[in-house]
């Protein structure tokens, strides 16, 4: 029985091939009559109307840019930076305060920049305390100050009018000095309390040191005119053979000032970093320099108690 059903299964399946073939080759047929019209229709579709014409579109009104100069820190002209130029930054221990190393190579001793850097200190205070007279209970302190050449007596409670400093109290002490001596020893030193009106703070001055500000100062050796300088602060100016030289930065440790020299007739400002000559140098420097347009406080007498 399953013989018989697989014969006729076998049967319908190749009747209908034959016929799926049959009905191709017919519909072949058929279609060839149609090959010769659609080879003889036109291929290209016609078109109407004017001719294209391409509109030209207006360019763009483009300017040439450029990067803007950068502005001028508050600081000075030193304080700019490239992107990949990190600064170099050092803490100043007695100003308290952070300084920064401009971008800028330093200027080499016999160059053309006309300047030369001696010295890089603090600025003493206004007034200092050199000795004293008389004895416990009466006694006359003795100072001296760089805007007088004359030794300055006070006692307890005197005003310093031009200075804005009150002497507020005096003493003399004996302060135990440190030494290989078992005994004790003992150092004579004068103490005075100064009110500073400037600051509304008390300043104490001692007899064995110079007592110094956060103020730092620049001295320079001028070597078109073979001169000296006197101290000069950030920010001040000064002119010497046609160039106008202004100190931007001035830092400690190390010790180094950034200087701008700007020549008349030029509108460009050159920067260099100056730091200290060397010894031998520094003394050429300063024996040559015989004259100094920044004359330095006279000399005075120091007023010490001798008993």
Known sequence: MSRLVRTCYEKILLALAIAVVTLSCGWTWRQQAEVPRLKSLPVTVPLTG?????????LPDTKTAGWTAPVTQSNGNGWL???????VIYYNTPAGSFTVIP???PVERGSSFGLELLEVRLEPFRLQLVG???GPGDYLAAFVSPSSPDTLLAREGHHFENLGLTLKSFAVKNI?????DPRPVFETAAFAVLE??????AVVLDSRICKLTGTRLAIFHLVTEN??????????????EGSTYCIERIQLDPPEVVVDRQTAGSSETETRILHPIAGDDRQDAGKSANSNPFPSRPPTELATNEK
């Open 103 to 105: 971008p800028h190579e």
């Open 132 to 134: 004293y007279f008389g």
């Open 176 to 180: 135990a000095v440190d030494d290989i």
């Open 227 to 240: 001169v000296q300088t006197g101290g000069l602060r950030e920010g001040e100016k000064f002119s010497a």
């Open 196 to 201: 500073d009106e400037k600051t509304g703070t």
């Open 81 to 87: 930076y490239e992107v990949f130029t990190p600064p």
């Open 50 to 58: 004017s001719p294209y014409e391409p509109v030209s579109l207006p």
